[in-house]
């Protein structure tokens, strides 16, 4: 069990360009979360797999940003047209819950630091 | 819709000391609680959780206790280290299983 790892760990990048990030999950995990957390304040919720169907978005997710799970492996999530807002952290975390029993737990990569100049 | 209140930082403790770091929610349901911990430099790992009311999460000395009553599942140690600094995060899965956090609270412990 390797854990959840993302890559890039950092990436800094011009307002108006596009950046795409990737998550592999802990291995067999049929679930993975994207959260985004700001300087000073917890992590957000913005989207989540079940194997390759993403169940649910939040409003946080403008259209510029949009996330896959293609094979209900790896996850990535694109941002087009970065502005100076979308600098933060960017978590994924995996779990293996079948029943969608909010008792399991998450386990959170180490993250992915936007910096958008 | 769902919340978690934790109380704000930074807490100051000198080694030895008591700690208590304060967390209330909102739910409809019944909720999961749970104590995240991100030491500097690294993500955020689970410290403990409870999944029902009057269970009590444990972990590395950290304890907290689900009261339904109080809408409350306060972190708690009887002696902190100066390893224990960190931010903390209290955490609530609804009906919906996406985490909802609360702002974090930094720890720092002083020999």
């Known amino acids: 069990d390797t854990g959840v790892s993302q890559n890039p760990r950092h990436k800094i990048t011009k307002r108006g360009q596009n950046v795409t990030f990737r998550c592999d999950p802990i291995s067999e995990h049929n679930r993975l979360y994207w959260y985004r957390q700001t300087l000073g304040q917890g992590p957000e919720f913005l989207t989540y797999f079940q194997n390759e169907a993403q169940l649910e978005k939040s409003r946080l997710l403008s259209d510029r940003f949009s996330a896959e799970r293609p094979k209900g492996s790896f996850s990535t999530l694109e941002i087009q047209r970065t502005e100076q807002g979308d600098s933060a952290m960017y978590l994924c975390?995996?779990?293996?819950?079948?029943?969608?029993?909010?008792?399991?737990?998450?386990?959170f990569g180490p993250g992915t630091r936007l910096t958008v100049l | 819709g769902d919340s978690v209140t934790q109380m704000e930082g930074p807490v100051t403790l000198s080694e030895e000391a008591f700690l208590t770091i304060n967390c209330t929610y909102t739910a409809t349901g019944y909720p999961s609680l749970f104590w995240y911990v991100q030491y500097p430099g690294e993500g955020l790992q689970l410290l403990l959780k409870?999944?029902?009311?009057?269970d009590k999460g444990s972990n590395k000395g950290f304890e907290a206790t689900y009261r339904k009553e109080t809408t409350s599942f306060h972190l708690e140690k009887g002696s902190v280290q100066v390893s224990d600094s960190a931010v903390y995060f209290c955490?609530?899965?609804?009906?919906?299983?996406?985490?909802?956090f609360g702002t974090g609270t930094r720890l720092q412990v002083f020999p």
């Open positions: 955490a609530l899965s609804g009906s919906t299983d996406k985490l909802i």
């Open positions: 409870a999944t029902k009311a009057d």
């Open positions: 975390a995996s779990s293996d819950s079948w029943r969608g029993a909010n008792t399991d737990t998450q386990y």
